[in-house]
């Protein structure tokens, strides 16, 4: 009975699940837009941030501060080169169209073959992106992809280490002067205050408890 159905079951025409791909790619694009927007909204939080550790001459917040920052525009980056890939798909389907009205019928494409696979190893779209490949491929627009795209995009978060010219570039440019001084007044402070008090530990502990809040805020968004 269901393959009776199956075979009563009207097809999508070519050109109709062509223009529902690009319909769902400039949704997604998007998507990509908005998530670049939460973490430069939430980016300038974090300067904040650093400014008023730079003033309290809390090196320590700053410099981790700094390299949530790199963190975060190396994402705006990545996710920059996404949109860019899923426009390059959408253009591709296009030409698919012209070919498809034709020939009758949907061609295999190797660039957009490649670039799916390519979006399947970006974190940010690995799980959209296997939907993709596996709808494209029964439509016999690419073939059968078989790998581990998925889990090593999904285990693969970016581990590439801040350089100390890194951090210090971030905090000059937001900081200024205020952060070029930090190493030095920051062991003056310590001088002064060999022993802290309980008011001390006490503003310690909250200013790590408002550094874990931003690190936390930073992560979803960059999610």
Do not use: Y
């Amino acid at each position: 009975m269901e393959k009776v159905r199956s075979m009563l079951k009207p097809k999508v025409e070519p050109q109709k699940q062509l223009r529902e791909w690009q319909r769902r790619l400039r949704r997604e694009c998007l998507n990509v837009d908005r998530q670049i927007r939460d973490i430069q909204r939430e980016e300038k939080n974090v300067q904040k941030a650093i400014k008023e550790a730079a003033k309290r001459n809390d090196m320590g917040s700053a410099k981790s501060l700094a390299k949530e920052i790199i963190q975060s525009r190396r994402t705006v980056n990545r996710l920059h080169e996404n949109k860019a890939q899923l426009n390059s798909i959408s253009m591709h389907l296009g030409e698919s169209v012209a070919i498809a009205r034709t020939v009758g019928h949907l061609s295999k494409s190797a660039e957009v073959m490649k670039i799916v696979n390519n979006l399947m190893k970006a974190p940010q779209m690995a799980v959209t992106m296997q939907e993709f490949s596996k709808e494209m491929t029964k439509a016999g627009i690419i073939e059968e992809m078989v790998n581990d795209s998925l889990d090593s995009a999904l285990d693969s978060e970016d581990l590439e280490e801040e350089t100390e010219e890194e951090i210090d570039k971030v905090l000059t440019a937001i900081a200024g002067e205020t952060a070029a001084q930090l190493p030095e007044a920051a062991r003056k402070e310590r001088l002064k205050q060999p022993a802290q008090s309980v008011e001390d530990e006490e503003e310690v502990a909250d200013d790590e408890e408002e550094l874990e809040e931003i690190r936390a805020r930073l992560a979803k968004v960059r999610s």
